[in-house]
């Protein structure tokens, strides 16, 4: 058997055992269809890239012939009738894309429970939420149904995810990762990017999809990814006020490690705004979102959004609809805006002086479903992811351990442009926390 037909009935065989428990798939292709096109691939003389990799695709993404649901009933039966350019470009290298993934309804949300396909679990640690919102792609790679996922990230959603289920995952620069065919949350903020067990992968799947496309204007050209010999790295620390002291007291282990192993250092910056980052993004992407849904009136696609929804889409929608109203001309988009390039800005500055900066991904561990949290308690779990989408740079999550049996992950953040760099330190980080990881278990 080849190694596409092989992985690829094995991946099924986990997805048909184990997918009612974590419900990370929500369309899974044709049993018959994928292994006729396994066999296709095994049988090719050159091979791409990704050859022998299972790919999990998020429901907000469009794939050929699948359903781009975005995990809500109003595009419930949507079929897309076209490839988005990622998934073009992983299909030229030989990726097997095996089916979608949950996700919070039109990636609103922080847990995946947002989803009008059920939520989906986090693999490792039951009855805890996976993270959101690409919650399917974090769990189906921690569950082992595919090798790498694709999610979106707006403000926090693939790195959260992945924080939560124990994975790696990566939101590129603004423009490094074409849009085309992603139905949007928020244009000015969103990416897609990979989900992988570990930074190789999340490299190699990035590799990829990135780079300039005529179809979105917002993307650059960008070289080949390669590792960097890093070398005695500057790293600046952020948190803020509200993380759980236990996430920093490891975070600081791991940062220990490295200043000694790898002769890093610290160097304190005082990184501006990122306490405004939470009151600037909302205004941005519920406009935005307002926007982005007008075309889905009930009559090209699927139902009218305002009668199918649930009622967090609804909430960005009305609030959406009424920032946007003439009298409130420059009071509160234009206003997000200035204060986006003042981060912007900020984020240049600091990291002009160090390599890259360090934080936790997000300030608490995941929780038990059912656990009363407060709105404040779910705005402030993308308090640290937020600040790297309105900064336009690019972050990295990483797994460095447990607490209390919950994984726990860290960021890498770097310039933009500069994924070749995090991703080079991502992989020294990844080489010193392995003893970490398993005396945290
Ligand atoms: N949790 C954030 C939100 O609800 C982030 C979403 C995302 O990145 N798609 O908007």
Redesign the pocket.
């Known amino acids: 058997m080849g190694i596409v037909e092989d992985k690829v009935k094995s991946c099924l065989f986990k997805i048909k055992e184990y997918n009612k428990l974590i419900n990370a798939f929500i369309e899974v292709r044709d049993e018959k269809e994928l292994i006729t096109e396994a066999k296709a691939l095994d049988s090719k003389s050159k091979k791409g890239r990704l050859y022998g990799y299972v790919i999990g695709v998020k429901s907000n993404i469009c794939v050929r012939g699948l359903r781009a649901s975005c995990a809500s009933n109003t595009l419930k039966d949507y079929v897309s009738p076209y490839d988005a350019t990622v998934i073009s470009r992983i299909k030229d290298e030989d990726g097997l894309i095996i089916g979608m993934l949950n996700c ?1 309804e039109f ?4 847990t995946g429970e947002t989803s009008a396909f059920g939520k989906a679990h986090n693999p490792a640690v039951p009855d805890h939420v996976p993270g ?2 690409s919650s399917g792609s974090a769990a189906a790679v921690s569950a082992g149904f595919c090798d790498m996922a694709l999610g ?6 693939i790195r ?1 995810p992945a924080a939560f289920c124990g994975v790696v995952g990566v939101k590129p620069s603004y423009g490094y990762v074409s849009r085309y065919g992603l139905i949007d ?1 928020s244009m000015s903020l969103d990416q897609i990017g990979p989900v992988a067990k570990n930074v190789s992968d999340a490299m190699l799947l990035l590799d990829v999809i990135k780079g300039i496309d005529d179809r979105d204007t917002t993307t650059f050209d960008s070289k080949s990814l390669k590792i960097e010999k890093v070398g005695k790295i500057k790293f600046g620390m952020v948190t803020v006020p509200e993380t759980d002291v236990r996430i920093i007291d490891l975070m600081a282990t791991v940062l220990d490690e490295a200043t000694v192993g790898l002769k890093w250092s610290e160097k304190k910056v005082a990184l501006k705004y990122i306490d405004i980052a939470i009151q600037t993004y909302h205004p941005l ?1 519920w406009t935005e979102f307002f926007s982005a849904t007008r075309r889905m009136d009930g009559r090209r696609f699927g139902k009218k959004i305002e009668d199918s929804a649930g009622v967090e889409v609804l909430r960005r929608i009305s609030g959406g609809s009424e920032i946007s109203k003439a009298e409130f001309e420059g009071q509160y988009y234009q206003k997000a805006l200035a204060v986006k390039e003042l981060i912007k800005k900020e984020f240049e500055r600091v990291l002009d002086e160090v390599d890259c900066l360090i934080m936790p991904t997000t300030p608490m561990l995941p929780w038990k479903f059912g656990t009363k949290v407060s709105i404040e308690h779910l705005y402030a ?2 308090a640290l992811t937020i600040p790297s989408n309105l900064a336009e740079v690019c972050a990295i999550s990483i797994p460095i351990g447990f607490i209390d049996k919950k994984p726990v992950g860290i960021q890498v953040v770097c310039a933009k442009g500069c994924e070749s760099k995090m991703l080079s330190i991502a992989l020294e980080i990844e080489k010193i926390v392995n003893p970490i990881i398993i005396k945290t278990q």
Do not use: F
């Open positions: 919070d990636a609103c949300g922080w959101g919102s979106s990230d707006t403000g926090g959603s959260v949350l992407v779990v993308d």
